[in-house]
């Protein structure tokens, strides 16, 4: 017993929490290679995380493709939607203010939840576990289901590894150029414009990613990402968009206090998260690992 | 807002006596011409988008949250109203000074930001708000506050001109104070802020300001509509409302005085015609931020001023 609350129930949120940390952290970290190149605050990203979901109930129900192909085709399939996005919409907002960016996202997250919700129904479909990841560890203070083991490992792996990617390859130090200076990296012969479209298409097929991996745990409904999204800003404005281990770190330690309080304090488990953010806001405008005010 | 992304046409000294009388005849007349009850949820939804715009359309500051004062307000008025059986003069004012306070609150918080994160701290304020009235006693959680009586005002056209006093009151209010001294300082932070600054203006403070006027008056309107409609309930303060009454001032035109009710206007009518719909109507809207974001920025009354060529 830690402060009366029993082990086996502070562990269980811990693990909760680790695992919405583990989705905010593929969020953020999607939302934040998008912004940094497009400028762009993709408010579909929830919309898009929700159709990566049922991308995979599709590939199961209706053609009998399982969940690991799922786990590869229906990034692929979002990626493709996301790539065509920014081709034809996106990219006619270059230059003007991100507002309209946000707005226009906006107006596509409406469109695919509205048309989800019209064919399903608010309440969603269940969508089954993998054999090969059924049942769990007995630990000696609690049981760990090995799903869940999978997606937090699935989720530190694929962050880490997008860090990697952009803070050591070629590529990476391309984009992290053309964040900085547009003009100046194309000046050097480098397509940006391509750039562009490569870079919004992998976020959101992060998204589509964290959408399959939710698949098991949640029920894939159209509304999956709809709150999600808010409390993924809410992360962002709190890790500040410029750094990428920084949204990455932000997401698994809110998705934690959020755990937490749900043991301590059940009451404000939904509104931790935003709680944590006005203090930050107060204390630190610029965010934690934000560059400027 | 950077001051090269969006075209308008200032609004300085021309007189508006003309659109304004027009204004004026046309909310007299409504409620003979169509059903009062839509004229006076287009009311409270123009005056929700005007409140709105004062700060999107004069200040540049994106809010997406305005559901938490316009639902906010809604609760309180229905809580005055009915629980403490306060008349619905004095439920409506009791509502706007909770916007007031409310607005107070967000405003010294989302002002710490600029630019697209305003709209994201605004929306995740919103959003914290909406899951303390879900889980809050006096909001009746899911069921919302029900039977709010409307007092002296069960007759339907004395509770229209009740709703068309206030709409015009409110109208007049956002119409003085952006062309005042204090509206010109705003439309000056909007267009160069460290400008503005180095000119000695308190750009914070103006903004604070601002953001609690806006609050206020979209207050006025949510607290009006629960009144109306005798009912208060976690739509008015979920995201979705935020969305719509950007929707609103976006189609009318941002950044004028009358496009905000036109845009009010036109989206209670299509609400209305699409209301058997269902989730139709998100599809709608979405369809329409989209078409509006990418072809039609300047709004209704935006283009109605380019082509008429003096600001409306």
């Given amino acids: ?293 | 807002m950077s001051e090269a992304s969006v075209q308008r046409i200032e609004t300085a000294a021309v007189s508006q006596r003309v659109p304004i009388a027009v204004l004026v005849v046309l909310v007299l007349a409504a409620p003979w011409v169509v059903y009062p009850v839509f004229a006076m949820k287009a009311l409270c939804f123009a005056l929700f988008a005007c409140a709105f715009n004062l700060l999107l359309g004069y200040v540049g500051l994106l809010s997406f949250g305005h559901a938490l004062f316009f639902g906010g307000a809604s609760y309180a008025s229905a809580h005055a109203a009915l629980v403490w059986g306060w008349p619905p003069e004095l439920a409506v004012l009791f509502s706007m000074v909770v916007g007031a306070a409310l607005g107070l609150l967000v405003g010294l918080i989302a002002i710490r930001r600029q630019g697209i994160y305003f709209a994201m701290i605004t929306l995740a304020l919103a959003q914290m708000f909406y899951f303390y009235c879900l889980r809050a006693e006096f909001t009746g959680g899911e069921n919302g506050i029900q039977a709010v009586p409307r007092g002296h005002l069960e007759n339907r056209y004395a509770m229209y001109y009740f709703v068309a006093g206030v709409f015009l009151a409110g109208f007049l209010i956002i119409y003085r104070i952006i062309h005042s001294p204090f509206g010109q300082v705003l439309k000056a932070i909007r267009e160069n802020e460290p400008r503005a600054i180095s000119l000695g203006y308190k750009a914070d403070r103006y903004k604070v300001l601002a953001f609690v006027l806006s609050a206020s008056l979209a207050a006025l309107a949510g607290g009006t509509k629960a009144i109306v409609f005798q009912l208060a309930s976690l739509t008015d303060v979920h995201w979705g409302m935020s969305g719509e009454v950007i929707l609103m001032t976006l189609i009318g035109g941002m950044g004028t005085i009358f496009g905000p009710v036109a845009g009010a206007v036109f989206f209670t009518t299509i609400e209305n015609y699409l209301s058997q719909a269902g989730s139709w109507v998100l599809v709608a809207e979405g369809a329409i931020f989209v078409v509006s974001v990418l072809a039609f920025r300047r709004g209704m009354f935006g283009e109605l001023s380019r082509l008429l060529k003096r600001p409306l």
């Avoid at chain 1, 919004?200 to 999204?229: K, N, S, T, W």
């Fill in chain 1, 1 to 293: 017993m830690i402060l009366a609350v029993p082990v086996q129930a502070l562990f269980g949120q811990l693990l909760i929490g680790l695992i919405n940390g583990s989705f905010y952290a593929l969020l953020s970290l999607g939302l934040a290679i998008i912004f940094g190149l497009l400028n762009v605050v993709n408010f579909a990203h929830g919309a898009l995380y929700m159709l990566g979901a049922f991308v995979a109930w599709f590939l199961l129900e209706k053609a009998g493709i399982g969940y690991w192909p799922a786990l590869l085709l229906a990034p692929l399939a979002v990626g493709l939607l996301g790539a065509a996005i920014e081709r034809t919409l996106l990219r006619r907002l270059t230059g003007l203010d991100p507002l309209y960016g946000l707005l226009l996202t906006y107006g596509l997250a409406l469109i695919l939840q509205g048309v989800f919700l019209n064919f399903f129904g608010s309440s969603g479909l269940p969508y089954e576990m993998p054999t090969q990841l059924q049942g769990g560890q007995a630990l000696p203070f609690m049981f760990l289901p090995n799903y869940r083991m999978w997606v937090i490992g699935v989720s530190l792996i694929i962050c880490l590894g997008t860090w990697a990617v952009t803070e050591g390859t070629r590529l990476g130090s391309r984009l992290r150029a053309a964040t900085e200076n547009a003009p100046l990296v194309s000046a050097f012969g480098i397509n940006v414009p391509r750039m562009i479209t490569v870079t919004y298409a992998l976020g959101v097929g992060l998204a589509a990613l964290a959408g399959v991996l939710a698949a098991p745990i949640y029920r894939v409904g159209p509304l999956m990402g709809a709150d999600l999204i808010i409390v993924v800003f809410a992360v962002v404005v709190i890790g500040g968009m410029g750094s990428i281990l920084g949204s990455i770190i932000t997401g698994f330690v809110l998705g934690i206090l959020e755990g937490l309080t749900k043991v301590f304090y059940p009451e404000a488990s939904n509104t931790v998260i935003f709680v944590v953010m006005a203090i930050v806001l107060l204390v630190r405008p610029a965010g934690l690992f934000g560059k400027q005010a």
